[in-house]
Every structure is written in C-alpha cells, then in structure tokens.
C-alpha cells in the first residue's frame, strides 16, 4: 500500500526564513508565486515543497538543496547558486540565464525548457534529467558532466565545452552551431547526419559512437581520437586532423580527401571505398586496416605503415611514398599508376615468423627435445 505524503503547508517567508537561520529543512511546504529576491538563502534545505514560479533573483543561494521541490517557471537571474543541489525537482522552463552554477548539480530532475543561456556551468554535473528544449547559448561548460540525459533540440550555439563529459546522448536534434569544444569524452553520442563542417573538436573522446553520414568537413580534429565508432559516409574532407586516430572504426564510403592525417592512426578500422585522394598521410598507421577499393590518389604516404593491411583494388596512383611499408598487405589488383618513391614489401622470413604456430609447425631444432609432433620441414 502507497504511503500518502502529508498535505503541504503554506509557509511565510518570514517563517522560511527563521527555518534557514536555525538550519532546519523547510519540509512540505508551498510557497508558490513569491518573491525571495535578494534574500540570504545560503545552506538552505527545501524538501518536497511547492515553489513553482517563485523570484530567486539576486538571492544566494549557495550550498542550498532542493529535493523533490516543484519548482517549475522559477526566476534565478542573478542568483548565487553555487554548489547548489536539485534532485528530483521539476525544473521545467525555470530560467537560470546568466547565472554562476558552477559546482551545481541536477540529479534526476525533470528540466524541459530550462533556461541557461550565458550561464557559468563550470565542474557541473546532470545526470538523467530531461533537459527537451534547453538553452545553453553561450554558456560555459568546464569540466562539467552531461550524463545520460535527454537533451532533444537543445541549443548549444557558441556554447564553450572543455575538459567536458557527455554520455549516451542523441544529439542529432541539439544545435552545435558555434560551439567550441576543446578536450571532451563523449560515449555512445548519436550525431549522425550532423552538420559540424568548420567545428573545432580538438582533443575529443568519442567511443562507440554513431557518426553516420556526418560532415566534419574542414573541421578541426587535432588529436581527437575514435574508437569503435561507425563514421561510414561521414564527410571530413580539408579537415586538420593531425595526430588524430580511428580505432577499430568503421568509416566505409568516407570521404577525407584533401585532409592533414600526418601520423592519424587507423588500425584495425574498415576504411572500403574511403577516398583518400590528396590527403597529407606522413607517418599515418593502418595496420591491419581493410582498405579495398580506397582511394588514395596523388596522397602523402611517406612512412605510412600498411602492414597487412587489404589494398586490393585500391587506386594508389601518383601517390608518394618514402620507406612506405606494405609488409603482408594484399595487393591484387591495386593500382600504382605513376606513384614514385621508396616502398618496404613483405619481409619473407617475417612472413613466416608470423604465420608460425607450434602446434602446427616443428622446426628442425626443437625436434631434438623430445616432441611427438612429426617434424615438418621450415620453409625459408
């Protein structure tokens, strides 16, 4: 049987006030459409009350906690909100714009519409809350946490994200126009089809991301890293992703020509029918990569590593290399039309260093120490 929550009480805000001079929880108590601007609110507690549409503007309400509050329409500008908790509250359109929220958290709240254009959200944390419609223009995120929140069609325009942490989130609806993220960790984040062409991603994180049909084009990725991420047909043509890598990835269809990948990393990604053509890819790793049907077209590919990489039918034609390993790779029918410059082929005795398993293959000397096996002849 569901236990009935007491009745709430109306509440003076002189009355509110001697509660938080004494530092004791303000419980079950309305005080809707009032006017707390301005008032010393600091260390306050406010449990299962109804506030909905209350003026905190100017108030300080630093280190205060609010737990199942309504308080929905609520005014904050100006507000001192450092440090303050909400949890379980309903924050729906409620305006924080402008304000100080750093060290703040929303835990479990419901937050549609909430407004937090220009606010300061540094350290922040929101975990599960809804936050549908959100405005965040302009506003400053560092070291802040959006975790596993609901944020359909929220703004982030000329929004700054650094050292910034976003989890399990759609954000194929938010808007990104602007926004400048330099060293951030976004998990399992849905953006594909986005537009991010000309974006700043310095410094990024994204794991097991969807990324399809997304353009990065001319966008910068310097030293951003993607693992286990699906980017098949996303655009990052002129893009400058020096430093930057793919890992385990799936970019088939891709186009990153014209691109800086000097020493990107690639290995073990699916890279089929990726155009390549006039990329700068000094140094750039693709070991182990299924490149098939890649174009790579008048490419820098001095240095690069294709060890066992599959090339075939890869078009390396005018391409340029300098001690360019392809050591193991497959090669049929792949195209080097023009192509100048020093390549490392497969290593024969590597080769077979490689394939050599002992519970296939005996070598003559280790027939000496007692095997059962049948000896088989090396080759090589």
């Not at 590593?305 to 790779?329: I, P, R």
Request: hydrophobic fraction near 40%.
């Amino acid at each position: 049987m569901t236990e009935r929550k007491p009745d709430l009480l109306p509440i003076s805000v002189r009355d509110a006030l001697e509660y938080v001079a004494h530092d004791q929880a303000i419980t079950f108590k309305q005080l809707p459409n009032t006017s707390l601007s301005g008032l010393d609110l600091k260390n306050s507690v406010w449990l299962e009350c109804d506030l909905a549409s209350c003026d905190f503007s100017g108030a300080d309400l630093t280190d205060a906690q609010f737990v199942s509050c309504n308080l929905a329409g609520a005014a904050f500008s100006e507000a001192k909100l450092r440090q303050t908790a909400f949890v379980s509250c309903d924050l729906t359109s409620a305006d924080l714009a402008g304000c100080n929220l750093s060290q703040t958290q929303l835990i479990s709240c419901a937050a549609d519409r909430l407004q937090l254009r220009e606010a300061q959200l540094d350290k922040a944390v929101m975990a599960q809350t809804g936050l549908s419609g959100a405005d965040f223009e302009a506003s400053r995120l560092d070291q802040s946490q959006i975790l596993d929140c609901v944020i359909e069609n929220v703004s982030l325009t000329s929004a700054a994200l650094t050292n910034f942490v976003l989890t399990k989130a759609d954000l194929r609806s938010v808007e990104l126009k602007g926004v400048q993220i330099d060293t951030a960790v976004f998990s399992e984040a849905n953006l594909s089809g986005k537009d991010l062409s000309g974006q700043t991603l310095e410094r990024c994180r994204f794991s097991d991301g969807h990324f399809i049909g997304t353009s990065f084009a001319n966008a910068t990725l310097k030293q951003s890293m993607f693992v286990s991420c699906d980017l098949s047909r996303a655009v990052l043509s002129g893009s400058r992703a020096k430093l930057s890598s793919f890992m385990t990835c799936t970019l088939d269809g891709a186009d990153l020509s014209d691109s800086n990948l000097l020493m990107a990393g690639f290995s073990g990604s699916s890279l089929r029918a990726v155009n390549f053509t006039a990329s700068v890819m000094w140094s750039a790793v693709l070991q182990g990569t299924n490149c098939q049907a890649a174009r790579f077209e008048r490419a820098d590919l001095r240095q690069a590593d294709l060890t066992h990489a599959d090339v075939s039918a890869a078009n390396f034609s005018v391409a340029e290399f300098f001690n360019t390993k392809f050591h193991g790779a497959e090669i049929d029918g792949t195209l080097f039309d023009g192509a100048r410059g020093k390549v490392l082929g497969t290593d024969q005795e590597r080769r077979i260093a490689e394939v050599y398993t002992p519970k296939i293959v005996v070598l003559d000397h280790e027939a000496a120490y007692g095997s059962h096996q049948t000896p088989m002849q090396s080759t090589g």
